[in-house]
DNA sequence: CAGTTAACCTGTCAGC
DNA sequence: TGCTGACAGGTTAACT
C-alpha cells in the first residue's frame, strides 16, 4: 500500500505528538505483527514501557522511533514499515476502537495526556519491531525527520533492518550519480529497477507507474538502454510526482490508506496511469491498459510508452 | 553473481 | 444470498 508520500504523511503526523512522549503500556493483539522482533511480545513490551520517544525518522518506506531506555546502553528504536495495508494512528483512549488493531502503544505527553498509537494492519505483511541503530554508512542523517534532532545521538544512525535500503529521492542526501550509474549497470525493466529500495527507495507500484507514463517509457524498456538524458529526466519526474503528492497528503483509493487521524489523502485525482485502466491518456486519448506483471498490475499508454529497440 | 519467482496474509468486490 | 476468483499500496527467501 504505502510508498513514500503515504509513510511520509504518517511520520509528519506522529512526529509533533509522538516526540517526547513516554510509554505507560503495550498491547499485543496480533502476534504475527512483530515478526521482525525476534525477542518476542513479552521483550517487546518490557524494553518499550517507560521508554520516551526522541523522534520520528523515514527512509524510503521505513519509519522509526528513536528510544530512550532506561538502563540501555546500546541506541535503540521502534522500526516500523507499513507494508501493504499498515496504518497507524493516533487516538485517544475514549475514542471507539478501530477494526484490524494488531498492536496498540499507550502514551502519555510531557503535559500528562494520555494518548494511544495504534498499528492497524489487514494484510499484515507490516510489522514493528525494536531494532538497534548503527552509524549510518556515509556518516549523514538516517533520514527525513525535518530538521529536528541536529546534534542528537541518533542523528546519523539508521536500524540494522533499514540499513539496506539507499537513500529516497527526497532525501537531501540523494546521491543521483549513484543511481544513474546503477540504472546503466542493470538490464532488468525500468520498473523493475525503480522498484528495487536498494537502487534508489521509496517508490513502489503507484509511483513507478506515474513517473513511467509522464517519461513515456515502457515499463519492460531495460534501464541500461536509457540515455543518460533521460535517466535523469526519468528521475526529474520521480522527485516532482513524490514531492507533489507528499503536499497533497498521499494517495487513497479506499480503506487501505489513511494518515494518523483516519483521513484520506487526495493525490488519487492526480494520477495518469495507475488504476486508470480502460480510461484515456491525458495525452493522445488512447486507453490506458493494465498488465500482470510480476504477480502485479502495471499501467501504461500502450500508445505513449512503447518500448523501444 | 544477477535476475526472477513464490510466499507471506486478509479483505473487498465483481460475476455467476 | 452465497460462492469463487481476481485483485490490492511491499519485502524477502529461495529459486534459476
Request: charged letters at 25%; proline letters at 6%; one cysteine or more.
Amino acid at each position: 500500500m504505502p510508498e513514500l508520500p503515504e509513510v511520509e504523511t504518517v511520520r509528519a503526523g506522529l512526529a509533533p505528538a509522538l516526540t517526547n512522549a513516554t510509554i505507560t503500556a503495550v498491547d499485543v493483539l496480533d502476534v504475527r505483527s512483530l515478526k521482525r522482533h525476534p525477542g518476542g511480545p513479552k521483550d517487546f513490551a518490557q524494553t518499550l514501557i517507560g521508554s520516551k520517544v526522541l523522534g520520528v525518522v523515514r527512509r524510503g518506506k521505513f519509519l522509526w522511533l528513536p528510544l530512550e531506555v532506561k538502563g540501555e546502553k546500546r541506541s535503540l528504536a521502534l522500526v516500523g514499515h507499513l507494508g501493504m495495508s499498515g496504518q497507524m494512528l493516533l487516538r485517544r483512549p475514549t475514542d471507539p476502537e478501530d477494526k484490524l488493531t494488531r498492536v496498540v502503544i499507550h502514551l502519555i505527553t510531557t503535559k500528562g495526556k494520555p494518548m494511544e498509537f495504534r498499528f492497524i494492519d489487514q494484510r499484515i505483511f507490516g510489522s514493528l519491531a525494536i531494532d538497534e541503530l548503527q552509524p549510518t554508512a556515509d556518516g549523514k542523517p538516517g533520514g527525513y525527520s525535518a530538521g529536528v534532532g541536529k546534534g542528537k545521538s541518533w542523528q546519523n544512525q539508521i536500524p540494522m533492518q533499514a540499513a539496506h535500503i539507499t537513500r529516497d529521492p527526497l532525501d537531501v542526501d540523494f546521491d543521483e550519480d549513484f543511481v544513474l550509474a546503477k540504472f546503466q549497470k542493470k538490464n532488468s525493466g525500468i520498473k523493475r529497477v525503480l522498484l528495487d529500495q536498494q537502487t534508489l527507495s521509496g517508490i513502489g507500484n503507484i509511483y513507478a507507474d506515474e513517473a513511467l507514463w509522464r517519461a513515456k517509457l515502457h515499463y519492460d524498456q531495460p534501464a541500461a538502454s536509457l540515455k543518460p538524458a533521460k535517466a535523469k529526466e526519468l528521475l526529474a519526474h520521480v522527485r516532482d510526482i513524490l514531492a507533489k503528492a507528499v503536499s497533497e497528503g498521499g494517495t487513497s483509493f479506499d480503506e487501505q490508506y489513511k494518515n494518523v487521524n483516519g483521513e484520506s489523502g487526495y493525490f488519487a485525482v492526480s494520477l495518469n496511469a495507475y488504476g486508470m485502466t480502460g480510461l484515456p491518456c491525458a495525452r493522445c486519448g488512447r486507453p490506458i491498459k493494465r498488465e500482470n506483471w510480476m504477480n502485479r498490475g502495471s499501467h501504461f499508454c500502450p500508445n505513449c510508452q512503447k518500448l523501444k529497440a
